[in-house]
């Protein structure tokens, strides 16, 4: 399926492209692999931070004497006698500095005990008064403090427009104008966040529960005042993130205070039901597409339009409008963020932040203008496609959109969905829907090191993080091919802030970052290796790479991934219960450098995906201010039995405007567009059209009550 | 893999000796002896600690993991004479003289792993690792139960109970839905746990 004669790199890849297995597999199943919580140390005690039970106002008196009287209670550290930090960068790890309660949720002090039941019951014991303000944490369209930011997140302008978007949408032949809501969303990683700190003499020592590590010690050292030199943080193994490890979080800012101040080795594990305050979460939007086209089906204006929240803590704003300045072509848009700020926990990144809710409402909103013009939704897309990025006017150094359209289509068999639909019986309705997917191309400079050893094995230094993609697999193999030599010649070493400075797992550009210092120090290995003359030196051979000022130069070039999503539903009238029968998708995202942990990566997401179709949801309790939905009991992430047959398929690009390796992110596409894609085959279904996320059965049945009402006073 | 060696310490690694010896203390512990991997290990446990926490602080069992701690994700199911438990539900007092098996003690001690763990590498069944033991106990747990015949939810109502039930695709993911998997490895579990009972 490659369509471009070019390969992006002169030697042959032989290791890169290969399924090779997990490195770190064997740890995993046997259950030798540690996590943050997980290194014993002797002496080590427990931390367990309390909440703020209010939602807006001021710790007036923290009384801990009960708490210190139980056995085993080391320490009780509230903002009165915790270590003063600096300020951090971020001001959700300021945390225990002063009185402000700025949302429920909010950590105002952390038991410290030698066990885990210890530091639970001190926690219990604590007695905290308040000082109550008014809050408010409901968002609305209107709200009067909504503002427009000059950036969303990822430092994307708040506001794009081009041509007169509202004087054409006005005179369009064909119009959908329509409001999409998604609630919002926990990353909810399997592992909660965790940090074990320790000091040995002058050295600071934490293993933690990071999306990059290196990160995490420049932030240690800039709050607690300590030469970065003298701080190692590991993160050898990662219980998963999705964004909300990506920089640290207040469990390590905890552990570090609480080891300092009792001078023992102290773990703070987040229980799970903290997570969902003092993490992050994918902030709801409501969004507004206004999409105005000829008859033909070609797009004239996209106006999209997101309202947001983020919090009194700091700005965060889901840049959910973004991929609409880059799917369709249009003469016309206006891409616009509101954001408004209210006593509520601070949101921060999930899993695509921006293209997954964003996609949602596009793709949903693309479905409905097939809908009004009568047009396939695939040929629709089609029909929409460019080579230029619409809002920079760019060309992509890739797409390939149609294709993954045209091979999804063939493989889901789109062509007889219309015959699946009318084969369905009893109480069953069967739809199909389509919604395509695109990430950005992220990269970020990054060190890495190579050493040839005598013996004539290699070892590749970086401090990448393992979060479960395979990094440490997926670098060896670029290492091989960068070196010429076998792949089970090659051991990596990522995950410890000892080894060269690296950015993080995030963005999707975990790969392409570390993988181009890796290419970068095998290559000049290879050549010093061609230099030399006679046996290795007994300590080996070494290559260092730095890529700053390459990785991040400028491109002429719009680079993204792309994708679609096939899904087809069975929706039952009887229960109003929708169930994913089948998922297909088809990717392109550059050279996939590990076939069998890439698709394990796609299918991942398209499963988050389904999630946050079907079953993910949290609700902001407007009298608490308090998300109603903090355990894996009431936030429904999909289980075994949610996700039947579910094919990720992948397009191979051949993209010489990208890294050495022609690789494009794959973490985070998976999940852009499945939503839409399965919202779209329950109105092939059901003939309704839900705005709304996700797509429960008392949404569902409602809306099936009122088109086919069962009985006559159900009639609105 | 067999367990890991290990002073069967009061209170374990994670606990202090005066904490221990207070009157209030000792007043809520119990000297209990469970059989973990086949090894006996008699404990002083506090009454408030979980089977999950005396693996994972007191046995350096770190395999069992904690991922809510609230008996809804299932990172943390061991085995307990035999069946599979949410060890983070059980009260380790309530346990003395019970058969524990963890992901530590699947394998055949001379470094092979068991055939559902060479199934997750194959089938490459998990990415981030955190959910994969209490997975694979799980799955082990559910194989039993389906050949002991007892049916589930998706089980044809008309199969007699009691003889062995034959596990398909559906009847895998429906008895294995309490183990939650963020990572979305599911359907490589499923493929796995298919190659053992074939």
Not at chain 1, 156 to 162: D, N, S
Not at chain 1, 565 to 570: G, I, N, P, R, S
């Given at each position: 399926?490659?369509?471009?004669?070019?390969?992006?790199?002169?030697?042959?890849?032989?290791?890169?492209?290969?399924?090779?297995?997990?490195?770190?597999?064997?740890?995993?199943?046997?259950?030798?692999?540690?996590?943050?919580?997980?290194?014993?140390?002797?002496?080590?005690?427990?931390?367990?931070?309390?909440?703020?039970?209010?939602?807006?106002?001021?710790?007036?008196?923290?009384?801990?004497?009960?708490?210190?009287?139980?056995?085993?209670?080391?320490?009780?550290?509230?903002?009165?006698?915790?270590?003063?930090?600096?300020?951090?960068?971020?001001?959700?790890?300021?945390?225990?500095?002063?009185?402000?309660?700025?949302?429920?949720?909010?950590?105002?002090?952390?038991?410290?005990?030698?066990?885990?039941?210890?530091?639970?019951?001190?926690?219990?014991?604590?007695?905290?008064?308040?000082?109550?303000?008014?809050?408010?944490?409901?968002?609305?369209?209107?709200?009067?403090?909504?503002?427009?930011?000059?950036?969303?997140?990822?430092?994307?302008?708040?506001?794009?427009?081009?041509?007169?978007?509202?004087?054409?949408?006005?005179?369009?032949?064909?119009?959908?104008?329509?409001?999409?809501?998604?609630?919002?969303?926990?990353?909810?990683?399997?592992?909660?966040?965790?940090?074990?700190?320790?000091?040995?003499?002058?050295?600071?020592?934490?293993?933690?529960?990071?999306?990059?590590?290196?990160?995490?010690?420049?932030?240690?050292?800039?709050?607690?005042?300590?030469?970065?030199?003298?701080?190692?943080?590991?993160?050898?193994?990662?219980?998963?993130?999705?964004?909300?490890?990506?920089?640290?979080?207040?469990?390590?800012?905890?552990?570090?205070?609480?080891?300092?101040?009792?001078?023992?080795?102290?773990?703070?594990?987040?229980?799970?039901?903290?997570?969902?305050?003092?993490?992050?979460?994918?902030?709801?939007?409501?969004?507004?597409?206004?999409?105005?086209?000829g008859r033909d089906g070609r797009l004239t204006s996209l106006i999209h339009e997101v309202t947001t929240h983020t919090s009194h803590v700091k700005e965060f704003v889901e840049q959910a409008a973004v991929p609409s300045r880059v799917m369709y072509a249009s003469p016309h848009s206006r891409t616009l963020h509101r954001v408004t700020p209210l006593d509520v926990p601070s949101p921060s990144w999930m899993r695509a932040p921006g293209e997954a809710p964003g996609m949602y409402a596009l793709e949903s909103a693309m479905d409905e203008l097939a809908d009004a013009l009568g047009m396939d939704p695939v040929e629709l897309r089609i029909v929409n496609d460019t080579d230029h990025e619409p809002?920079?006017?760019?060309?992509?150094?890739?797409?390939?959109?149609?294709?993954?359209?045209?091979?999804?289509?063939?493989?889901?068999?789109?062509?007889?969905?219309?015959?699946?639909?009318?084969?369905?019986?009893?109480?069953?309705?069967?739809?199909?829907?389509?919604?395509?997917?695109?990430?950005?191309?992220?990269?970020?400079?990054?060190?890495?090191?190579?050493?040839?050893?005598?013996?004539?094995?290699?070892?590749?230094?970086?401090?990448?993080?393992?979060?479960?993609?395979?990094?440490?697999?997926?670098?060896?193999?670029?290492?091989?091919?960068?070196?010429?030599?076998?792949?089970?010649?090659?051991?990596?070493?990522?995950?410890?802030?000892?080894?060269?400075?690296?950015?993080?797992?995030?963005?999707?550009?975990?790969?392409?970052?570390?993988?181009?210092?890796?290419?970068?120090?095998?290559?000049?290995?290879?050549?010093?290796?061609?230099?030399?003359?006679?046996?290795?030196?007994?300590?080996?051979?070494?290559?260092?790479?730095?890529?700053?000022?390459?990785?991040?130069?400028?491109?002429?070039?719009?680079?993204?991934?792309?994708?679609?999503?096939?899904?087809?539903?069975?929706?039952?009238?009887?229960?109003?219960?929708?169930?994913?029968?089948?998922?297909?998708?088809?990717?392109?995202?550059?050279?996939?450098?590990?076939?069998?942990?890439?698709?394990?990566?796609?299918?991942?997401?398209?499963?988050?995906?389904?999630?946050?179709?079907?079953?993910?949801?949290?609700?902001?309790?407007?009298?608490?201010?308090?998300?109603?939905?903090?355990?894996?009991?009431?936030?429904?992430?999909?289980?075994?039995?949610?996700?039947?047959?579910?094919?990720?398929?992948?397009?191979?690009?051949?993209?010489?405007?990208?890294?050495?390796?022609?690789?494009?992110?794959?973490?985070?596409?998976?999940?852009?567009?499945?939503?839409?894609?399965?919202?779209?085959?329950?109105?092939?279904?059901?003939?309704?059209?839900?705005?709304?996320?996700?797509?429960?059965?008392?949404?569902?049945?409602?809306?099936?009550?009122?088109?086919?009402?069962?009985?006559?006073?159900?009639?609105? | 893999?067999?367990?890991?060696?290990?002073?069967?310490?009061?209170?374990?690694?994670?606990?202090?000796?005066?904490?221990?010896?207070?009157?209030?203390?000792?007043?809520?512990?119990?000297?209990?002896?469970?059989?973990?991997?086949?090894?006996?290990?008699?404990?002083?446990?506090?009454?408030?600690?979980?089977?999950?926490?005396?693996?994972?602080?007191?046995?350096?069992?770190?395999?069992?993991?904690?991922?809510?701690?609230?008996?809804?994700?299932?990172?943390?199911?061991?085995?307990?004479?035999?069946?599979?438990?949410?060890?983070?539900?059980?009260?380790?007092?309530?346990?003395?003289?019970?058969?524990?098996?963890?992901?530590?003690?699947?394998?055949?001690?001379?470094?092979?792993?068991?055939?559902?763990?060479?199934?997750?590498?194959?089938?490459?069944?998990?990415?981030?690792?955190?959910?994969?033991?209490?997975?694979?106990?799980?799955?082990?747990?559910?194989?039993?139960?389906?050949?002991?015949?007892?049916?589930?939810?998706?089980?044809?109502?008309?199969?007699?109970?009691?003889?062995?039930?034959?596990?398909?695709?559906?009847?895998?993911?429906?008895?294995?839905?309490?183990?939650?998997?963020?990572?979305?490895?599911?359907?490589?579990?499923?493929?796995?746990?298919?190659?053992?009972?074939?």
């Amino acid at each position: 399926m490659t369509d471009s004669p070019a390969d992006p790199m002169a030697e042959p890849h032989t290791a890169t492209g290969a399924p090779a297995e997990r490195r770190e597999g064997r740890q995993k199943v046997t259950g030798a692999a540690r996590y943050a919580a997980e290194h014993p140390l002797p002496g080590r005690a427990h931390g367990w931070p309390l909440q703020a039970a209010v939602a807006r106002g001021r710790v007036r008196r923290v009384d801990a004497s009960g708490a210190l009287e139980m056995p085993g209670v080391l320490t009780v550290l509230t903002h009165e006698n915790a270590p003063r930090l600096n300020e951090p960068d971020d001001p959700m790890l300021a945390v225990l500095q002063d009185a402000r309660v700025p949302h429920r949720g909010w950590q105002v002090a952390l038991v410290v005990a030698e066990t885990l039941e210890q530091a639970r019951a001190g926690a219990a014991a604590v007695r905290v008064d308040y000082e109550t303000e008014a809050h408010d944490v409901t968002l609305t369209e209107d709200h009067p403090a909504a503002y427009v930011p000059d950036e969303a997140n990822g430092g994307q302008p708040g506001t794009r427009e081009r041509g007169n978007p509202e004087a054409d949408f006005d005179s369009a032949p064909v119009k959908v104008d329509a409001v999409y809501r998604v609630p919002p969303l926990h990353n909810h990683p399997m592992e909660p966040h965790a940090s074990t700190a320790r000091f040995d003499g002058d050295r600071l020592i934490v293993h933690t529960s990071s999306q990059g590590g290196t990160t995490v010690r420049q932030t240690l050292a800039a709050l607690f005042g300590l030469p970065e030199e003298r701080i190692t943080v590991s993160a050898e193994h990662v219980g998963g993130g999705f964004g909300s490890k990506g920089t640290p979080r207040p469990d390590v800012v905890l552990a570090v205070m609480a080891a300092r101040e009792t001078g023992r080795p102290v773990t703070v594990a987040l229980p799970r039901a903290q997570l969902a305050t003092v993490v992050g979460h994918r902030a709801p939007t409501l969004q507004r597409l206004r999409l105005g086209a000829g008859r033909d089906g070609r797009l004239t204006s996209l106006i999209h339009e997101v309202t947001t929240h983020t919090s009194h803590v700091k700005e965060f704003v889901e840049q959910a409008a973004v991929p609409s300045r880059v799917m369709y072509a249009s003469p016309h848009s206006r891409t616009l963020h509101r954001v408004t700020p209210l006593d509520v926990p601070s949101p921060s990144w999930m899993r695509a932040p921006g293209e997954a809710p964003g996609m949602y409402a596009l793709e949903s909103a693309m479905d409905e203008l097939a809908d009004a013009l009568g047009m396939d939704p695939v040929e629709l897309r089609i029909v929409n496609d460019t080579d230029h990025e619409p809002d920079s006017g760019d060309p992509f150094s890739s797409r390939h959109l149609v294709e993954c359209l045209r091979e999804g289509a063939r493989r889901f068999d789109w062509a007889g969905r219309a015959t699946r639909a009318r084969a369905a019986t009893g109480n069953v309705l069967v739809g199909s829907g389509v919604a395509a997917a695109t990430y950005p191309v992220m990269v970020s400079p990054s060190t890495a090191s190579a050493h040839a050893l005598p013996d004539g094995t290699f070892v590749v230094r970086v401090n990448a993080a393992d979060i479960g993609t395979g990094a440490r697999t997926v670098l060896a193999q670029v290492a091989a091919d960068a070196l010429g030599v076998p792949l089970a010649d090659v051991r990596t070493e990522v995950g410890n802030s000892d080894l060269p400075a690296a950015p993080l797992a995030g963005g999707s550009s975990g790969t392409a970052s570390w993988g181009w210092a890796v290419h970068e120090a095998c290559t000049e290995l290879k050549d010093r290796l061609a230099a030399h003359a006679g046996p290795l030196p007994a300590d080996g051979l070494d290559a260092h790479a730095d890529t700053s000022g390459t990785a991040d130069a400028d491109s002429p070039y719009a680079r993204h991934s792309f994708g679609a999503h096939f899904a087809e539903v069975a929706v039952d009238t009887v229960t109003g219960e929708v169930r994913v029968r089948r998922l297909l998708s088809v990717f392109a995202a550059g050279r996939i450098l590990n076939a069998r942990t890439a698709r394990s990566q796609f299918i991942g997401g398209m499963t988050m995906g389904l999630g946050m179709a079907l079953t993910e949801s949290s609700t902001m309790d407007a009298a608490f201010g308090d998300f109603a939905e903090r355990d894996l009991a009431s936030y429904h992430v999909p289980v075994h039995a949610d996700v039947p047959a579910i094919e990720a398929h992948w397009i191979e690009e051949d993209d010489p405007h990208l890294n050495p390796m022609g690789s494009k992110g794959i973490g985070e596409i998976g999940i852009v567009g499945t939503a839409a894609a399965i919202g779209n085959a329950v109105h092939h279904a059901t003939g309704i059209r839900f705005r709304e996320l996700p797509l429960t059965p008392d949404k569902v049945l409602t809306a099936l009550g009122e088109r086919h009402p069962v009985r006559p006073t159900m009639t609105a | 893999m067999g367990s890991q060696p290990h002073d069967a310490t009061p209170g374990g690694a994670g606990a202090s000796v005066p904490a221990e010896t207070t009157e209030s203390a000792e007043s809520h512990h119990s000297d209990v002896t469970l059989r973990v991997n086949g090894t006996s290990r008699t404990l002083t446990l506090d009454h408030r600690r979980a089977l999950l926490d005396v693996l994972r602080e007191d046995l350096d069992l770190t395999g069992a993991k904690k991922g809510c701690d609230h008996g809804q994700c299932g990172a943390c199911t061991v085995l307990v004479d035999g069946r599979r438990v949410n060890s983070c539900l059980l009260l380790a007092v309530s346990l003395d003289g019970r058969e524990v098996v963890t992901v530590e003690g699947l394998g055949d001690g001379d470094g092979e792993v068991h055939p559902l763990q060479q199934a997750f590498l194959d089938r490459d069944a998990f990415q981030c690792g955190y959910c994969t033991p209490g997975q694979i106990c799980s799955a082990l747990g559910a194989v039993d139960e389906a050949a002991m015949g007892h049916p589930s939810h998706v089980t044809d109502p008309g199969r007699p109970s009691g003889r062995p039930m034959p596990l398909d695709r559906d009847e895998i993911r429906e008895r294995l839905s309490g183990n939650l998997c963020r990572c979305g490895a599911y359907p490589h579990i499923v493929d796995a746990v298919e190659d053992v009972i074939r």
